[in-house]
């Protein structure tokens, strides 16, 4: 793609102008379609690079020419899009996609490869093997399933051309492809090199940019962190990462909870969806029934509800460290995922 610096300001106008109009004509049916969209050439774009050049201390014209090479990729707008209305959530199919064979025997090889890391990850962060086995085997199978997408083509697209039908998270990606651009000044790789998930994230641990810039450590001290190859790296990583996010040593994921019968009660206790917030004793109080170890626990509680279609849903309590887990994914049913895929591994390794 030709660099914005050789172009006058009227032609990347006319560009833009061209894109939208394209754009609104038809979609492009595969990622290798001729491209619709020039990076290089949108006055938006050149705004942007300039702008993370000055913040970041970078060198414009390597920043421009990153973009420059970038290409709107139709799939990642159509993986970026939300399940279709009305598709029910259901906790024994989610699991089933990851509790399974393949991730377990996996899990077991990779445990046994690395039981050195992992007991040093736990001695340093208190996070035990089977949560950072469960974090690694949910997201990547162990480094099987990385991403294909080249990361500055995911994040540019994302950051300039985020598609309409749910809500605009373009400020979300331009941070992260800002923080791209550090990560590979950081480490002294070229910007159109590394390939990752369709939203930029990246390895066996799939840190977005912002997460390997904050929380990923070179725990095999290399004098490089790689989140690729070194199993070391992604270990430490992982258990830094949750350590970060106020994992407690000792302490379990979650309890046994029968929930209110209590309607009221119920939704009272599910108000705060997965933020703990209720001791043990303001969960009985509401009509909950818990175990001696819950009761005898001290982190804050929350009723974690999980449908299971059809059929009546699942709860657990989950604590503090639950809730850690979902810093690297929203989602209750993401780190019930984890912690069953973790506990699974741990079993099957004896």
């Given amino acids: 793609m030709v660099s914005a610096l050789c172009l006058l300001p009227t032609v990347a106008a006319a560009e833009t102008a061209r894109v939208k109009s394209t754009r609104k004509r038809a979609a492009v049916p595969t990622d290798n379609a001729p491209d619709i969209v020039t990076y290089g050439l949108r ?26 090479q970038a290409r709107f990729i139709p799939s990642v707008t159509r993986f970026i899009m939300p399940p279709v209305a009305g598709t029910a959530k259901n906790w024994a199919a989610y699991r089933a996609r990851f509790v399974e064979p ?3 025997r996996a899990g077991v090889a990779f445990w046994r490869a690395n039981e050195r890391w992992l007991a040093q990850a736990e001695e340093i962060y208190g996070v035990p093997p089977e949560v950072v086995v469960g974090v690694v085997g949910v997201e990547s199978i162990f480094g099987r399933q990385m991403g294909n997408f080249r990361v500055i083509d995911a994040l540019a697209t994302l950051a300039f051309d985020f598609p309409a039908g749910r809500k605009d998270r373009s400020d979300f990606f331009k941070d992260e492809l800002e923080n791209w651009f550090v990560l590979c000044k950081s480490e002294g790789i070229d910007p159109a090199a590394w390939r990752g998930s369709y939203a930029g994230a990246l390895g066996m641990a799939q840190f977005m940019p912002s997460s390997f810039n904050k929380y990923a450590v070179d725990f095999d001290g290399d004098g490089h962190v790689d989140l690729h190859t070194s199993a070391a790296d992604v270990i430490g990583s992982v258990a830094n990462y949750l350590a970060e996010f106020g994992w407690k040593r ?13 309607t009221s009660e119920r939704a009272a206790l599910l108000a705060p969806d997965i933020v703990p917030t209720f001791t043990a004793a303001d969960m009985v109080a509401h009509g909950a029934r818990l175990g001696d170890d819950a009761l005898a626990c001290e982190s804050l509680l929350a009723l974690v509800e999980l449908q299971n279609g059809d059929a009546a849903p699942s709860y657990v309590a ?23 895929l973790g506990e699974a591994t741990r079993a099957a390794r004896g």
């Fill in 43 to 68: 006055d938006d774009v050149v705004r942007f690079a300039d702008g993370v050049a000055e913040r970041r201390d970078l060198d414009a014209a390597w920043v421009r020419r990153a973009l420059a």
């Fill in 102 to 104: 393949i991730r377990i």
């Fill in 250 to 262: 000792g302490l379990a994921t979650r309890f046994d909870v029968q929930p209110p019968t209590e």
């Fill in 318 to 340: 989950g604590t503090t460290n639950f809730y850690a887990i979902t810093r690297y994914n929203w989602s209750s049913y993401y780190a019930m995922a984890v912690i069953a």
